[in-house]
């Protein structure tokens, strides 16, 4: 899932040496929580409730430095917008309303339990929950679920972002319900209005974890419109949209229809929820510190001024602030088709010759997360503890290892490429400016090209046919699981399978036939430490391919305005929940 991009595992939350209720320093912050009598406290939302309260009304601000790719949950793929779309679809599963670890559960959403397995693992029965409505009065079906999932996963040409789990597990041969001829998907029934059967081509272990993506949110066929159907998306969820402006706002108000009874992982609290799109990353931070908004729907942290106003000594900010780990991992894809980065000696020599330090220096410094060596981060079973291209004893790079590279690239006296950034982010700009120095030192001259966050992976970067057009070697990205997995992390940025012409995540392009082997195995293994093993020999394999300059692996430093409650990180998105949110009254 993309950080800003995109879903998320957190498991336990590092926190850095600051300072506590007015500047005065905390021996160990995470420990101190408002579970229970509500006074903010720095880092008290990482693992526990800050402002615990029932209290309703009110109209909840919020800011947004760009544009959802789409509030349409079929088509969206940025982890906020998981996080956040969940105040208005729900899905068949979904995870605990918790703080810390337990926030980690896949517990039932609009099904009445998780998924009834056969013996060979590839029939998987879900049943409804009787009743649930849409915004508009009308009932949910079975049916709508599975128009849902046909329209998101095989309709490419028109709706291009989001993963591709489950056509990858039910089967291509079906051109989707908008040039369907013959009935639908015949991998799924829908027996009767509240029973979805899947029947899958291999096991997935992993299902209950598939079911909480926003693909499963129910779309009834009547009112889908294609890609306008982001302007009004039937809800289910405790809110409904009244408008999306593009660029503009999105603007949701109360459900009367949502059955809170049925649904004990979200809250109905204000009125009406108002996010401003567009609004540039310094002024974001600014109206947060001010009080004029309650929080930046991205969850990607203050910038660099915010962070240093927030824990400088003395400030009465810090309380409002949150340090997790976010389980994401920031790092540049390698485009392993667009020359001279399709020989893997060009691609180990950028890797070599970034300074690694400099780049988490563009984030935030140590706040921002420790530097990278690896793709999977430390918080997922599997993660490989290693270091190939010894950035740990090189952290300003190594230029006469690069150097040789190059020479064995065909490349002594270096090449041109472009960096590609999104614009609205302020770090992954700078970070840019930082490779792009780091590779003059060998003769790369690098131009950097700076894309709206909104359309950066349906028409920039995530296209494969403009990044090959336009020399796009060098991608910023960032990544987070969509699950707490290594499956859920690593295939749809890795895999072979999952490159789509538009919408991709595996924007380094790499089709390695070990690896795409290594996930056939990993589905079939039953154990989850076989599958973690798998894993760790995934991460391995593609970091010997060289497709990425890792970064960082993640922390963000998140502040929440002082009248906000019910307020805490939900460890599956690596920012706050914002299906529970409330304002003081």
């Not at 789409?70 to 918790?98: H, I, M, Q, V």
């Not at 970091?543 to 929440?560: F, G, Q, S, T, V």
Request: charged fraction near 20%.
């Amino acid at each position: 899932m993309r950080p800003v991009t995109v879903a998320a595992l957190a498991a336990v939350a590092l926190t850095l040496t600051a300072c506590g209720s007015k500047g005065g320093p905390l021996a160990n912050p995470s420990t101190s929580t408002a579970a229970g009598g509500g006074k903010a406290i720095y880092d008290a939302a990482t693992n526990g409730v800050v402002r615990p309260s029932s209290a309703t009304g009110g109209v909840l601000k919020v800011l947004n430095t760009d544009d959802w790719d789409s509030p349409d949950p079929g088509n969206t793929y940025y982890a906020y917008s998981w996080d956040f779309g969940r105040l208005y679809a729900r899905t068949l599963t979904t995870f605990k309303d918790a703080p810390g670890k337990d926030g980690l559960t896949v517990v039932p959403d609009l099904a009445t339990g998780l998924g009834e397995t056969s013996s060979d693992g590839r029939t998987i029965t879900y049943h409804l929950k009787p009743g649930i409505k849409y915004d508009d009065g009308s009932v949910v079906k079975a049916a709508d679920i599975k128009y849902a999932i046909e329209r998101s996963n095989y309709s490419p040409d028109v709706l291009s972002n989001g993963p591709t789990y489950f056509k990858d597990l039910l089967g291509t041969d079906y051109t989707g319900p908008y040039k369907d001829a013959y009935g639908g998907l015949s991998a799924i029934d829908t027996p009767n209005d509240t029973t979805i059967v899947f029947h899958l081509q291999k096991a997935f272990p992993e299902f209950d974890d598939l079911a909480t993506l926003p693909q499963t949110a129910p779309v009834p066929k009547a009112r889908d419109d294609g890609a306008k159907y982001a302007g009004h998306v039937a809800s289910t969820g405790p809110y409904k949209m009244d408008s999306y402006d593009p660029g503009k706002s999105l603007i949701l108000s109360r459900n009367t229809n949502w059955d809170a009874a049925s649904d004990p992982n979200r809250k109905q609290l204000v009125d009406r929820i108002e996010v401003t799109l567009k609004v540039n990353s310094s002024d974001l931070d600014q109206r947060l510190l001010a009080g004029d908004a309650g929080y930046d729907v991205t969850g990607v942290g203050v910038g660099i001024a915010a962070q240093a106003d927030i824990l400088r000594p003395g400030s009465d900010k810090v309380d409002n602030a949150d340090n997790p780990v976010t389980g994401f991992i920031r790092y540049v894809a390698i485009g392993t088709k667009v020359a001279p980065f399709d020989n893997i000696h060009c691609r180990k020599a950028v890797i070599l010759v970034a300074d690694h330090q400099s780049l988490q220096t563009a984030y935030g410094g140590p706040h921002s997360g420790d530097i990278a060596t690896t793709l999977m981060p430390p918080t997922l079973d599997g993660y490989l503890d290693a270091d190939v291209y010894n950035i740990k004893t090189h952290p300003n790079g190594d230029v006469e290892a690069a150097k040789a590279e190059l020479t064995a690239c065909g490349k002594p006296d270096g090449f041109s490429t472009t960096i590609a950034a999104r614009a609205d982010r302020p770090k992954e700009v700078q970070g840019a400016l930082s490779l792009q120095q780091a590779l003059k030192k060998v003769n790369i001259n690098a131009s950097i090209e700076k894309y709206p966050a909104g359309q950066y992976f349906s028409n920039y970067a995530g296209s494969t046919n403009f990044a090959h057009t336009h020399n796009l070697g060098l991608m910023f990205m960032g990544w987070g699981a969509d699950w707490p997995s290594g499956y859920g992390f690593l295939q749809q940025i890795v895999d072979g399978k999952a490159i789509k012409a538009s919408g991709n995540s595996n924007l380094s392009e790499l089709n390695d036939s070990a690896i795409n082997d290594l996930f056939t195995q990993s589905i079939a293994a039953a154990d989850a430490a076989a599958r973690a093993k798998l894993w760790t020999q995934i991460d391995a394999k593609f970091m010997d391919d060289a497709a990425i300059i890792p970064m960082i692996y993640e922390k963000a430093l998140l502040y929440r305005a002082p009248n906000l409650t019910n307020v805490y990180v939900q460890r599956a998105y690596g920012m706050y929940n914002y299906a529970v949110i409330g304002l003081t009254q």
